[in-house]
């Protein structure tokens, strides 16, 4: 079998401060993250090595570990794994929520999506009439679309929003990064990021007589359901 966990964080792992409370529950100080996705991960494949270790007389399977990076950007690191060096055919990855002893089975399906605006550079202080603002195009769009919890077992989430060069620029070209996670099948997931698309190139196209667009580069399925 294959016991798996990734070992990155969902933010910065400096100036962590652990507290151990009277119930002995691990939590930090509140100003930091405590990183226990998923390094309580990997103290489990510590703790199961320990054990297995100590006692010899037990049996079990082969056994191999597979400690992934980049898990929280993308599954960045499991894209690249060679999983022909595996001889394992079941496995557990130590990576969920939930009470001690519960057993995850099923997956949502995460789509990635990126999102590009195009606009119209020109100088904001001088001839700004030539200009069509992709920030705004942009904004529109994120104001209409329905984020967070979005029902029981779906959520989307806008990651990074980048683009523009000065104040004094009417920036030409914005990206978003966005995220949806669901159960829902890859195939409906992608369905859905091309009808969520059609409807912002709408938006878009309603805000100008000027010339803009909508530009998809990346629709990536990330996880599927099982």
């Not at 507290?19 to 930090?28: C, L, N």
């Not at 082969?62 to 400690?67: D, G, H, L, N, Q």
């Not at 705004?136 to 929003?161: C, F, K, P, W, Y």
């Amino acid at each position: 079998i294959v016991v798996s966990t990734d070992m990155d964080t969902a933010g910065k792992d400096r100036g962590i401060v652990p507290i151990i409370g009277d119930e002995g529950v691990i939590r930090t100080d509140g100003s930091t993250i405590l990183g226990a996705d998923d390094k309580s991960g990997i103290a489990g494949c510590i703790e199961l090595l320990t054990l297995l270790r100590a006692n010899p007389d037990w049996s079990f399977p082969t056994i191999e570990f597979v400690i992934t990076v980049g898990e929280e950007s993308g599954l960045v690191g499991s894209r690249h794994m060679d999983v022909s060096q595996l001889n394992a055919t079941h496995g557990f990855v130590i990576d969920t929520a939930g009470d001690m002893g519960c057993v995850t089975y099923w997956s949502p399906t995460s789509v990635y999506l990126t999102v590009t605006f195009h606009g119209r550079k020109a100088h904001a202080g001088v001839e700004p009439e030539k200009g069509v603002s992709a920030v705004q195009a942009a904004a529109l769009a994120v104001a209409s679309m329905t984020l967070g919890r979005i029902d029981e077992e779906t959520v989307a989430n806008i990651g990074t929003v980048t683009g523009g060069q000065a104040r004094n620029i009417i920036p030409d070209l914005v990206v978003l990064d966005i995220t949806t996670d669901g159960s829902i099948t890859p195939g409906e997931a992608l369905a859905s990021a091309g009808a969520t698309l059609r409807s912002l190139a709408d938006l878009v196209a309603s805000m100008s007589d000027e010339p803009q667009g909508l530009e998809l580069g990346e629709v990536a399925d990330a996880g599927a359901s099982s």
